[in-house]
C-alpha cells in the first residue's frame, strides 16, 4: 500500500468520531486503536520468526506450559512488552465480527500492555501508555450497546488495512501516523500546539542541527510534544539516542507511542513527563543537536532559588513570570555539547524586549559569542496563533565568531486556505543561505558583533535586513484620466437610477 493510500484511508476511518467529539479527544482513540494493532502485529510477527524451527506459530505455542514463560520473557527483552494471543487485536476484532461485548476484552488488554513491562527496563516506556483511550467515555454513546457498536465499527475498518510490518525497510506506517497527527493538529486550533510543530518549520530545524554530520550521538527536545521534531531529525541522519521531556501528560503518551511506531527501539529513547524548567529530568545530560518548539510566552514561577541553578546562575537574571522563552534557551544552552547546534522557534518580542531579557541576550551575543543565525518566519505558519516566529541558532563553538547571520524569510511562502505555508524551495532557500552564510539583497544579512553592539543588542530583523520597496513614481495625469473615467461612469449610473425611480414614482437620491 503506499503512503497516500494508507494516510485517506486512516483519515476516512477517523471521520467517523467526528461527529461525537472534537479533534483534541477523538485523536486519542484513532491514534491508540492503530498503536494497538501495531503492537499486536508486531509481536505476533516476531514470535511467530522465533518459532519457525519449531514449526509452531504463536497461538500454537503459548498454550503449551513448556513455551510460555520463554515467550513472554523474549517478547519483552526485545520489544518491551507481550500481549498474550487472547487480547491480540486480531482476536478483539473477531470478536466484534460476532457482535460480541469487546469493550470489556478490549479494556483489558490496552491495560496489559502497559501492565507486562512493570519491573522492567522498558517499563517507564509502556506504562500507562493508553490511559486517554476512555472506553466509558459518555460520547462514545449514551449506552454501553452504542459504545460497543462504535468501537467495533472503528476497529474493523482499521483491521482492513494492511500495515505491511514485513517491510522492515518501510516507514510508511510511522509517516501515515504523522499523517495523522498534523490532520488532528490543523483541526484543533489553539491545543493544536501542545502536540504537533508543523513539518516544514521541523524540516528547517531539523536540517540545521544535523548540518556538517554524518551521525548525531543524541537529540533533544525539552518540549517534544508527539516527537515529530525529534525524528524528523532522524529524517536527515541517523540518531542513537533521543530525549525529550513533554509537560502534558496525554501527549507524552502520544511521543512515546510514535517513537515506537516508528521503529525506534525502546532502549534508543528517553521521554520524560513533566515541566522541563521548573522539574527537568535529564539534568546531568548534555545533546550535540537540541530542538524545540516551546509554548511561546508562557508563563512560569521565574523563583529567585533559580539564581542558584547553575543553568540561569551565570546570567544574574531570569526570564520574567509573564515571559519564559529565555528561560527555555537558558535550559537549553545548558545542555548543549561544546561542538553541538540547538535550534529553537521563538516569538519576535525575544528579540529586541528589554529589562531581563535584554541582559540575557547581551550575554549569549557579548559575553559567550553563541548566537549563530536569526532566521525570521512568515506569520500564520503555526495552529492556533498568527504571530510571526523567528528561529534562533545557537552554537558554542561557532566556526563563524565575528558575525551572525540575519534571514528575512517572512514574506516566502503560499498561502493556503487559512493558513500559510512554508514551500520546499523556500526551506531551501533559508537552509543554503545559512549554509552558505550569504548576503542577499532584502533577504539575508552577516551582521558583524560590532553593528549588534551599536543596535544594542536589540536584534529586530529589520535593522539588518532592508526591505523597503521603493515606490513607483505617480503619473499624475494618469490619475487625471482615472478619475475622469470615473465621474462618467457615475453619471451613468445616476441616469440609470433617476430612471428606475421614475417608473416607481419616487424621488431619486440624487
Not at 174 to 181: H, M, R
Not at 265 to 279: L, P, V
Request: with cysteine; proline share 3%.
Amino acid at each position: 500500500m503506499t503512503n497516500n493510500n494508507l494516510e485517506t484511508k486512516l483519515w476516512a476511518i477517523a471521520d467517523e468520531l467526528r461527529g461525537n467529539m472534537d479533534a483534541s479527544e477523538f485523536k486519542n482513540y484513532i491514534l491508540g486503536f492503530i498503536f494497538y494493532k501495531y503492537l499486536s502485529e508486531k509481536i505476533e510477527l516476531y514470535l511467530n520468526e522465533e518459532l519457525e524451527e519449531d514449526g509452531l506459530t504463536f497461538k500454537e505455542a503459548y498454550i503449551k506450559d513448556d513455551y510460555k514463560d520463554d515467550l513472554e520473557e523474549e517478547a519483552i527483552d526485545n520489544l518491551g512488552y507481550f500481549i498474550e494471543p487472547k487480547l491480540l487485536f486480531s482476536t478483539i476484532v473477531e470478536d466484534a465480527r460476532n457482535h460480541e461485548d469487546i469493550i470489556p476484552e478490549l479494556d483489558k488488554a490496552l491495560k496489559y500492555i502497559g501492565d507486562s513491562s512493570t519491573g522492567h527496563e522498558s517499563e517507564e516506556d509502556f506504562v500507562n501508555l493508553f490511559e486517554d483511550v476512555d472506553l466509558t467515555s459518555s460520547k462514545l454513546g449514551k449506552t454501553g450497546d452504542a459504545k460497543n457498536k462504535l468501537i467495533s465499527k472503528i476497529l474493523l475498518k482499521i483491521s482492513e488495512i494492511d500495515f505491511d510490518l514485513n517491510d522492515s525497510e518501510s516507514d510508511i506506517l510511522g509517516d501515515a501516523y504523522e499523517y495523522l497527527i498534523s490532520q488532528f493538529a490543523s483541526s484543533a486550533g489553539k491545543k493544536a500546539g501542545e502536540f504537533y510543530t508543523p513539518q516544514q518549520v521541523s524540516k528547517i530545524l531539523a536540517k540545521i542541527v544535523s548540518m556538517g554530520k554524518t551521525r548525531l550521538r543524541n537529540v533533544y527536545d525539552p518540549t517534544c510534544g508527539s516527537g515529530s521534531l525529534l525524528l524528523r531529525v532522524a529524517k536527515e541522519l541517523p540518531v542513537e539516542d533521543f530525549y525529550g521531556q513533554e509537560l502534558n501528560q496525554t501527549t507524552y503518551n502520544l511521543a512515546r507511542m510514535n517513537m515506537i511506531l516508528h521503529d525506534v527501539k525502546y532502549q534508543d529513547f528517553d521521554i520524560q513527563q513533566g515541566d522541563s524548567i521548573e522539574d527537568p529530568m535529564h539534568i546531568d545530560e548534555t545533546f550535540e543537536a537540541i530542538v524545540a518548539n516551546p509554548p511561546f510566552s508562557a508563563k512560569w514561577s521565574a523563583d529567585a532559588s533559580f539564581l542558584d541553578d547553575e543553568r540561569f546562575s551565570a546570567y544574574g537574571k531570569l526570564a520574567p513570570k509573564s515571559k519564559a522563552d529565555f528561560a527555555f534557551v537558558q535550559h537549553m544552552i545548558y545542555h548543549l555539547d561544546e561542538k553541538g547546534t540547538m535550534a529553537i522557534v521563538l516569538p519576535h518580542g525575544v528579540l529586541f524586549r528589554g529589562a531581563a531579557e535584554g541582559v540575557i541576550r547581551k550575554y549569549l551575543i557579548d559575553d559567550k559569542n553563541y548566537l549563530d543565525a536569526v532566521i525570521g518566519l512568515p506569520a500564520n505558519i503555526f495552529y492556533g496563533t498568527s504571530i510571526p516566529t523567528v528561529v534562533l541558532v545557537f552554537k558554542k563553538c561557532r566556526e563563524n565568531e565575528d558575525k551572525i547571520v540575519f534571514i528575512d524569510a517572512s514574506k516566502e511562502f503560499e498561502k493556503v486556505k487559512n493558513q500559510n505555508y512554508i514551500r520546499d524551495e523556500d526551506v531551501d532557500k533559508i537552509i543554503d543561505t545559512y549554509k552558505n552564510r550569504e548576503e542577499i539583497e532584502k533577504y539575508s544579512h552577516l551582521a558583524t558583533l560590532d553593528e549588534i553592539k551599536e543596535n544594542d543588542f536589540n536584534l529586530n530583523i529589520p535593522r539588518y535586513v532592508d526591505t523597503f520597496e521603493e515606490e513607483d513614481e505617480i503619473d499624475l495625469d494618469e490619475v487625471c484620466d482615472e478619475l475622469e473615467q470615473i465621474s462618467k461612469e457615475m453619471e451613468k449610473v445616476d441616469e440609470e437610477i433617476k430612471k428606475y425611480c421614475e417608473e416607481l414614482g419616487i424621488r431619486a437620491p440624487l
